[in-house]
């Protein structure tokens, strides 16, 4: 949502992120030097919280969340993001994802991995007519 200020500039209107307070989510900020300036950098926990909890069923795009946790697997306490958004159904199948591709560590209790592998071939086999 935006709203337009006295000089005619659009300025966004945040209302609150997706599952968790803006208070402790400053809390848990780091400040980080950003083009000079020091600010306050939301934990990566807190970014894949918001992310995975804004997630509906008329809003189901996995490609952001899953490039984020490709690129940042290691520095993420993937723990903990299991259990803030364990309420979400669209949050566990984020998960199934991130276990079968062997993104992320296996939960804690979870069944063993199944490995997924796809053979490709350099000529398609033609289509059966339906």
Known sequence: MGAWDENRVLVDVIFGPSGLDARDALERAEVLNVLSMELPVMALEDVV?????????????????????????EQIDWEAVRRR????????????????????????????????????????????QR
């Open 49 to 73: 919280v918001t992310k995975l909890l804004s997630l509906t069923e008329h809003s189901l795009d996995y490609s952001k969340p899953l490039e984020m946790a490709r690129a940042l697997r």
């Open 85 to 128: 958004t364990s309420g979400s159904p669209f949050a566990d199948a984020y998960f199934v994802l991130l276990d079968r591709l062997g993104v992320v560590p296996e939960a804690p209790g979870s069944q063993p991995r199944r490995r997924v592998q796809v053979e490709v071939s350099g000529t398609p086999e033609p289509r059966a």
